[in-house]
């Protein structure tokens, strides 16, 4: 089965583009969360979807960011303009109806120059 | 709200040694409880969970972790790890809300 699909795995851009990262969920899930790693705040969550519907953004760190989820199974996270300290690796998770379990996906590695 | 502290960083252990990572929880009713392992450049792989019943769960790769309400834990352990076992392991905990509290996580080295 196919798990939780990242695009791109690896994005190289410069201060001020626009950066637009992909995930489709495990099909059947109805939840998907993109969390932010970094070496000094570790995992933390962006934002959480149910059902298509955005649940909780209090993670999104500002109006740079922003996510949409069209359908049960696509999601984007895009940041623009995006800035050197957004350099991070990016995973998205999903979980099935009324489980607590995420699944992750591979993550993107991103660096803003 | 739920937090999750792992107190170890870092652990080096020996190829055939047993391991135990803590984690520790700080929740008022009965957590979900997770671990989850990271190997280097890799997403997060679920290891074991804890939902209910069974203090005592069985994962995957070997692992099991035990949950002690008394001392709001959930420790990881391996009887005999393989240098296939580095990596970083982090410790989770959710209630019931579907959102996850992740703990800082513990890097794994084994030496051979």
């Known amino acids: 089965d196919a798990g939780v699909i990242q695009s791109p795995r690896h994005e190289v851009t410069e201060m001020g583009q626009e950066v637009t990262l992909r995930c489709k969920p495990i099909?059947?899930?109805?939840?998907l969360f993109w969390y932010r790693q970094t070496m000094m705040r570790g995992l933390e969550l962006l934002i959480y979807?149910?059902?298509?519907?955005?649940?909780?953004d209090s993670g999104m760190p500002e109006d740079r960011f922003s996510a949409k989820m069209p359908n049960a199974s696509f999601s984007t996270l895009k940041i623009q303009p995006s800035e050197p300290r957004d350099s991070a690796v990016y995973f998205c998770?999903?979980?099935?109806?009324?489980?607590?379990?995420?699944?992750f996906g591979p993550g993107t590695r991103l660096l803003v120059l | 709200a739920q937090s999750v502290t792992q107190p170890d960083i870092h652990i080096t252990v020996s190829e055939g040694a047993s391991l135990e990572l803590r984690c520790n929880y700080s929740?008022?009713?009965?957590?979900?409880l997770f671990w989850y392992v990271q190997s280097p450049g890799q997403g997060l792989q679920l290891l074991l969970k804890y939902f209910s019943g069974d203090t005592l769960v069985q994962g995957i790769k070997g692992f099991e972790a035990e949950f002690k309400r008394s001392q709001s834990s959930f420790n990881l352990r391996k009887p005999s790890v393989h240098w296939s076992d580095a990596a970083e392991y982090f410790c989770a905990v959710g209630a019931g809300d579907y959102k996850l509290s992740f703990g800082a996580g513990t890097t794994v080295t084994v030496r051979a």
């Open positions: 998770a999903s979980s099935p109806p009324e489980s607590e379990t995420q699944y």
């Open positions: 099909s059947g899930h109805n939840s």
């Open positions: 929740y008022g009713a009965t957590p979900y």
């Open positions: 979807f149910n059902n298509n519907v955005p649940i909780d």
